[in-house]
Each structure stands twice: as structure tokens, then as C-alpha cells.
């Protein structure tokens, strides 16, 4: 019975450390900003939940010429460039880090430093989506986090 636990949280715990990868391409979809409200149509897209708006920080109001007010979701990045610059950031943070952790890893524990990149992977995953509860919407953020998160999935 201890080997098949064994087993199955190493499974787990590689599963979950693999799918810590697609945070950003599950969510980037969500955070494209002409997905969810169109100021041309002056509507919000069925793409976009209800609950995703109402004036709060994580949503906002669009104010057209008309002085009448329009509900959008929270979208924090404005360009699509900016998205493709997320995936760059990963995986140049994950590319460059491979080098080095082949080193560190032939030389330590394996078992802490695969601990250590779990748990770093999970911070960053979860730093990941702060931003919608503080509502930041610095590119610099969101590029540091993804820098970083592939640092510590490789």
C-alpha cells in the first residue's frame, strides 16, 4: 500500500506540475480585449459572463457617447502583442533555465529540487492571477511572473 501511494502522488504531483504550464494559454483567450466588448457595437459579447461585470474591480463600465454606461469585463492587457509576449517570456525564462538546472540538478537532491520547482511553479501559477483581484494591468507584471514561472518549471 506505501509504494501504490508513493506512486500515485509522484503521478499527481508530476500532473499537476505539468499543467501549471497552460495556466497562460487557458486564460488568454479570457484576456483578449476585443473578445469580451466591442466599443464599435457598443455591446458585450456572449463570450463574456455576467458575473465577470457590474462596475466592480474586476470589471468596469464603458462609457459611449451617448452618456449611457455599459458593462465590460476585467481585461489586463490591451494588445495582442502583449499576449504573445507572455509566451515569450515563459518559455525564454524556461529555455534558459533548462542549462542551468541540468547542472544544479546532477549535483542535489533530486528530491528537494524537484520539491522546490513544484512549489516555486505553484507560487508563480498563482501569482499569475493575483492581478484580477488587485486589478494590475502592467505588462512589466504579468512578463516578470511568466519569466520567472519558467525559470522554476524547468
Known amino acids: ?9 509522484t503521478y499527481f504531483c508530476y500532473m499537476t506540475y505539468h ?7 487557458v486564460v488568454k483567450s479570457t484576456w483578449h480585449p476585443e473578445d469580451c466588448f466591442n466599443p464599435d457595437q457598443h455591446n458585450v459579447s456572449s463570450k463574456c459572463s455576467a458575473k465577470m461585470c457590474g462596475g ?17 469585463p476585467w481585461v489586463p492587457l490591451d494588445s495582442d502583442s502583449a499576449l504573445g509576449d507572455l509566451d515569450l517570456a515563459f518559455l525564454l525564462g524556461y529555455a534558459f ?40 494591468h502592467n505588462i512589466w507584471y504579468f512578463l516578470v511572473i511568466q519569466l520567472f514561472g519558467g525559470m522554476a518549471q524547468s
Request: glycine content about 10%.
Open 56 to 72: 466592480s474591480s474586476h470589471g468596469g463600465m464603458y462609457t459611449n457617447g451617448s452618456n449611457s454606461t455599459e458593462c465590460h
Open 1 to 9: 500500500a506505501y509504494k501504490i501511494s508513493v506512486v500515485l502522488l
Open 97 to 136: 533555465a533548462m542549462f542551468i538546472s541540468g547542472h544544479v540538478g546532477d549535483r542535489v537532491n533530486l528530491r528537494y529540487f524537484l520539491l522546490i520547482g513544484m512549489v516555486l511553479s505553484g507560487v508563480f501559477t498563482a501569482l499569475l492571477g493575483l492581478p484580477y483581484y488587485f486589478n494590475i
Open 19 to 25: 499543467m501549471s504550464r497552460k495556466a497562460i494559454s
